[in-house]
């Protein structure tokens, strides 16, 4: 006889021993003393009493987190890659209106810092700390083994969003993050790393530097989503962030209207790939035909007239290696100026789709008091495009990708579309970051580092038309949101001591321009490019490389040479865009300071300068020879891929699939804008490569498919490939040609040359997938991207 037990039988020994505590309680007989210690946990915020009975015992649930009255809700916006003299606000010739309409509501700040690039420019902005304090001494994709560099954020600079949770706050991220080590970006975690373990109730965006912004790489808190839409239907992932963030408010708010929120907006915008709508880039057509040169002497004096800089600051000179506008030949001007035409309209429509967020934000419950934070990029304008700009990512280029301005110029209509991943060429960086020096990467000099912020919070920011020109930085953020919202920094955080914060507050330059300074010195360091600040005055030492060439000059960058590097010595209180150097006028100056960056070096983990980003954890053994996987295995993102680049080997399925009608994926890898994918149409075994969405090679076998159980596949023979490795040593091997063999039960029933492959250097975060290919597609033709029809056993890949 089979026994049903009811989900509350008595059967179930804890069960049992709650029931038997509970009927001891109400016939009043008290508990061992035991018993009683084990109903309070080690930390519980019990304000009752626990006695031997009811009647001697008081109830209290633990205490809810309640926010200061009148804390603000927070819109923090980072926009990407966007130089000071980007936007019309700060005298640029990209059109912002809503951002000048936020300007005119509330200030404007001229001597606003960021780290000079990304991950460490986030990681000081989210935690009140220098970059190297949190372990982002530079990029999350190339670590190094050091505490200060190995991209591991640390406990002791908790985050502004885990420290508003704890006072009552509700918190969400949409967009990019950047700030996840490379080896913990997978469905197996740890997640603690991940925006949702470092304080934020919400994700929402992509994990990595940039993505496809027609077709990006999305994840809802740690788990990969699919897209809600496709170019082709007029998806584009600004929209959809906007979209997603205004969705989360409204939940927010129909369960608690009262409680206050922190929503940090991070866009791809404008990072490479410059994606945009048509209709946007139309409304940009010959904005910039007479060039990066008169761009600079264009917004110079928009600057001046605007009062951004004063009137007395002198325009810097183009550097050494950026050719002047008037030698270039017609067809390289048409196409330069149409890759600024692109940008501009992406910062455009960024514009729009961040002021549509504000106006909607505040016409919602708590839109009175809404405090907004606006970051126009996190460096200065990015020559990582390099001389021509491309038409591939960044990596890509670095692999060998063809990107010569006749290539360019026979796609510069796609420009901006899903067909391409294209940059500008360096010249419009360094014409971004108007009237300083560099750009993205040197943050030796305020074209790396300097960049606009505004702070729009009704009836707490008065005398707009002034600018603010205290000297600030990124990490003056989170205490800024901390002392608008009444909220002190806590010793502890989850049990861990605190290190006290780096930044100042800015709350006493909303209401008065002429507030004292309060950050009176700060370091800076990328790339071994370096620079103090120190009361007016400004150190600064630039390794001796070109930013437009971080993909290519490997052994410039890492040289271990910094102390032959040559200092410059600026006093910024008088000089404001750095250009009379008194290195040789105040040798003591210059002394004084740079004793004074090692000091804060020492103090900040920014030595050893430079280390080399090799040894990191990896979740691919390099030495392992075979992998299998499951036909059920989810897509394997970048960092569970095994390195396919210039190396022999074999891929197989076993199968079991109709001859005559079988179709669909078998194996892919990339998407449009490069990779690969192995298939079956109309019962015959296919492979395309698609190498950069430029050539798409494809073979297929003369033959069917044998009826029932087979085992397909492909093999790669790598061709010679001259010189060594491509940008930034072995993390970019160059991607060469090679030969495809297409196998069936083992043998070769077909093959054929390829020029470049894998490409997946120019496929973003683009997964490798069984049996479909997810996210942006590889091919075009039908078969190629449906899921596979038959059924796929195990994948394995060997290499010999």
Known sequence: MTTIRHPLNPARPALRRALAQAALLLAGTALPASAMAQRVPAGEDFTGKIGA??????????HQAQAPKAAPNVLLVLIDDAGFAASSTFGGGAPTPNLDRLASEGVRYNRFHTTGICSPTR?????GRNHHQVGFGNLADIAAGFPAYNSIWKQETASLPRILQLNGYSTAAFGKWHNTPRWEVSAAGPFNHWPTGLGFDHFYGFMAGDDNQWEPSLYNDTTPVPLPGTPETGY??????????????????????????????????????????QEWIARNKGRFDAGWDAYREQAFARQKKLGIIPADAKLTPRPAGLPAWNSLSADEKKLYAHQMEVYAAFLEQTDAEVGRLVDQLRQRPGGDNLMVVYIVGDNGGSAEGDLEGTITNEAAKGAGAPNDVATELAHIDQLGGPE???????????ATTTPFQWMKQVASHFGGTRNPLIIDWPGHTAQSGVVRSQFGHVND????????AGITLPAQVDGVPQLPFEGKSLVPTFTNPAAPEAHTEQYFEIFGNRAIYKDGWVAAAKRPYNPWDLLKDVGKIYADTTDQDRWELYNVAKDFSESDDLAAKNTAKLAELKAEFVKEGTRNGVFPLIPLPLGAPTLVDPRQ????WRAGTGGLPPSAQPQLVARAHRFEVAISSNAAAGTGVLIAQGGRLGGYVLYERDGRLAFENNA??????????????????????????????????GGLGALLPKVGGGTIRLLVNGQVVAQGNVAYYPTHAAAFSETLDFGVDRNSQVSKEPAARQPFSGTLDQVTLTFP
Do not use: C
């Open 477 to 484: 953020i989170a205490p800024t949101v901390l002392d608008a």
């Open 123 to 127: 990681a000081a902005l989210l935690t």
């Open 53 to 62: 009975t009811r009647a001697t015992s008081q109830p209290a649930f633990p």
């Open 236 to 277: 584009h992932f600004t929209t959809d962030l906007v979209n997603k963030a205004l969705g989360w408010v409204d939940n927010h708010n129909a369960v608690v209207p009262g409680k206050p929120w922190f929503l940090y907006l991070a866009p791809g915008a404008v990072h490479m790939p410059h994606h945009v709508p």
């Open 420 to 430: 391409l991943a294209n940059h500008y060429a360096a010249g419009w960086a360094w």
């Open 692 to 725: 950069y969405n430029q050539t798409h090679e494809v073979i297929v076998a003369p033959s069917p498919l044998p009826a029932g159980p087979v085992k397909v596949g492909f093999a790669f023979e790598p061709a010679p490939v001259a010189g060594g490795a």
């Open 625 to 628: 020879k075979a992998f299998t």
